[in-house]
């Protein structure tokens, strides 16, 4: 059998079980999660992995699944494919969750239809009679990287240390016997056809800001309060202001919420909570814009006399995509939609955990098309369900076959030729590097 033939095999498996992949996909979109708290999705997880026959272990950073799969072609590297569990709180999408607000708006229900979907294939084919290595499905929590005044909480618990999924479950040790992986994300965007490889992403720091001012009737003695809602206004106007200082090719983006403006109309605000992210294309632009963001917020609190609290958390690092990897995908997709259906795409401006993986291990992460709408907006939908659920299951296990085939040749280039650019040791120091908690009275 070639490999080609294999692939065939492979596809014809997914086929045969595709309302079952779109089923699944769908029940996790009517069931909505947030990040650390995916307990029924993992629960599927789990579920669907034991009815393939399979042993996986769950738990992992609260809510991961991880299933292996030895190859009986010999030795080899471990090539980890990935979805990730969780959805985003979306004010305003239709299919919100009541108490959450939680919503399925960036299609992360059809990364782990496409997980499973892949291992169903391959199992059903026999494909592991074929490969050497092994392969490792893995369902991984907490990519959105929100509900931050909740994980705050629970690393101070000493429940986490970092408060994303794929750096926890890095600094777990889940990830030691990985040597690559990736992991398909749906995409709502034509101009990025269906099917893509983005260049690489901006990485981000996170931050969580407390003006503290001093409470007082705001009727009949205002002088007697410090108005920490007047001090946050500030520091928000003077980091508009310094927005023309960010240099283009840097990419930075800096985009606060206010997630507590003050308790009632008619007391003078004592107290105003603000979460943002400081993103850019690399860490020293990133560290960079972080001082000015650090500076802008310190001028409202003098500016009112108030004082302020800048707490600045490890976020996700920049991600680049490894161009072996990029060029299997490439020929796998093309092959199955057609080349002019194929894009290259360049720098995203979003944030992925996948940058933490890419920097201690060669990754992948394409994008497939089927949704429609403004991800992360309330429009988020998937129309093409064929497309979007099944579409990374051929894919991503097309891209096992690629990697283990041949005594897991596809695997062995990759490596030989990647450079990582940290050990998983220098890279969790430098993530503790960025911790800091800062006080400024004004």
Not at 156 to 170: D, H, T
Not at 201 to 216: D, F, M, Q, S, W
Not at 382 to 401: R, S
Not at 405 to 420: F, H, I, M, Q, T
Request: some cysteine.
């Amino acid at each position: 059998m070639t490999r080609d033939e294999l692939k065939q095999r492979v596809y014809q498996a997914i086929d045969q079980r595709g309302e079952e992949i779109i089923g699944l996909g769908e029940q996790i979109r009517r069931q909505p999660e947030l990040g650390f708290k995916e307990v029924k999705t993992a629960r599927l997880v789990e579920d669907t992995f034991k009815q393939l026959g399979l042993s996986p272990r769950s738990g992992l950073a609260v809510t991961g699944v991880r299933a292996d799969v030895s190859g009986r072609g010999g030795e080899g590297p471990t090539f980890a494919v990935l979805g990730e569990l969780d959805a985003l709180v979306v004010a305003g999408h239709p299919e919100g969750d009541a108490t959450t607000g939680a919503a399925h708006a960036c299609g992360h229900n059809a990364q782990i239809a496409g997980m499973l979907g892949a291992a169903m294939g391959l199992l059903d084919a026999k494909a592991f009679d074929q490969l050497a290595g092994r392969a490792v499905f893995f369902s991984v929590p907490a990519e959105e990287y929100g509900d931050i005044e909740w994980r705050v909480s629970q690393a101070r618990a000493g429940e986490l240390e970092f408060l994303g999924g794929k750096p926890e479950l890095l600094r777990l040790g889940h990830f030691d016997d990985v040597d690559l992986a990736m992991m398909i994300h749906t995409t709502s965007r034509p101009e990025e056809g269906k099917a893509g490889v983005p260049a690489s992403n901006n990485g981000c720091i996170v931050k969580t800001v407390r003006y503290i001012g001093r409470a007082a009737h705001a009727g009949g003695a205002p002088h007697m309060g410090v108005n920490a809602l007047y001090a946050a206004q500030i520091g928000l106007m003077a980091i508009n202001a310094i927005r023309e200082t960010f240099r283009d090719e840097d990419t930075i983006r800096v985009h606060p919420i206010i997630t507590h403006g003050g308790s009632q109309v008619n007391v003078i605000p004592g107290e105003v909570r603000i979460e943002t992210y400081v993103r850019g294309r690399t860490m020293p632009a990133i560290l960079d814009a972080n001082v000015k963001v650090d500076r802008a917020l310190r001028a409202g609190a003098l500016a009112l006399g108030a004082k302020v609290e800048i707490e600045t958390l490890p976020g996700y690092m920049p991600m680049s995509c490894d161009p072996i990897m990029t060029r299997h995908f490439r020929d796998n997709v093309t092959g199955l939609f057609g080349d002019e259906n194929y894009r290259q795409i360049g720098h995203r401006t979003g944030s992925t955990d996948m940058g933490d993986l890419s920097q201690v291990m060669p990754i992948l992460h394409p994008y497939i098309g089927g949704a429609t709408g403004t991800g992360h907006g309330p429009d988020f939908a998937i129309v093409d369900k064929p497309l979007a659920y099944l579409g990374p299951a051929k894919a991503l296990a097309a891209m096992v076959v690629d990697m283990l085939w041949d005594g897991a040749a596809g695997a062995r280039e990759v490596l030989a030729k990647a450079k990582p650019p940290m050990t998983r040791a220098s890279y969790l120091a430098a993530q503790r590097g960025l911790a800091r908690r800062e006080t400024y009275e004004g």
